[in-house]
């Protein structure tokens, strides 16, 4: 099982630019999120998803949007990147928010630079 | 919403010493504490968690306490070694909601 990945794992972008982050997972989990890591800060979340075709704000949503069309993905979007958006971005994965196993497992991240 | 913080933001402590992070946290309803450990540049991984309905949790040399009426948490490292060396978050949830994390705590172990 390759887990959680991320892709891609480094990128530059001028201010103004779009992306998409992608997410995968193979443990057929049902949660997903998304985080920014600054530093001094720790792990903030963005946005999340209960579920296949749903997706709710979290802590620092503004900026960004999400997409879960399929179960073992989970989209994240900078329609027009600025550099306030530079950080790392992790995404995680859980079995479900309930029940005896709540472990986040996290992917790489993804260093995004925006100029 | 819930507001996580977490005390020192930097420890240092010979190898063989035990090692101490606390957190608070301001909402009564949270019932799940994890801690992750970062090594540098790579990614958090659990170490440990707790529930609410337990005030200790043991895991060889890593052990969680949580004190529901004071709202805080801690961890405890004994016989630290330098592999033990990187930043540790906590975090709190009302299970079945996302999780709150602290600021994190760079731990440096000195040979």
Redesign the interface.
Known sequence: NAGVTQTPKFRVLKTGQSMTLLCAQDMNHEYM?WYRQDP??????IH?SVGEGTTAK??VPDGYNVSRLKKQNFLLGLESAAPSQTSVY?CASSY????VN???F????TRLTVL | ?ENVE?HP?TLSVQEGDSAVIKCTYSDSASN?F?WYKQELG?????II?IRSNVGEKKDQRIAVTLNKTAKHFSLHITETQPEDSAVY?CAA?I??????????TQLTVLP
């Open positions: 999120y001094g800060m720790g792990l903030r979340l999340y979290g802590e992790f479900s928010g309930g029940g709540n472990e986040q996290f992917g790489p991240g | 919403g977490q933001s799940y994890p790579k990614r958090p991984q659990l968690d978050f949830s299970i079945a909601r996302q999780l709150t994390f602290g600021s994190g």
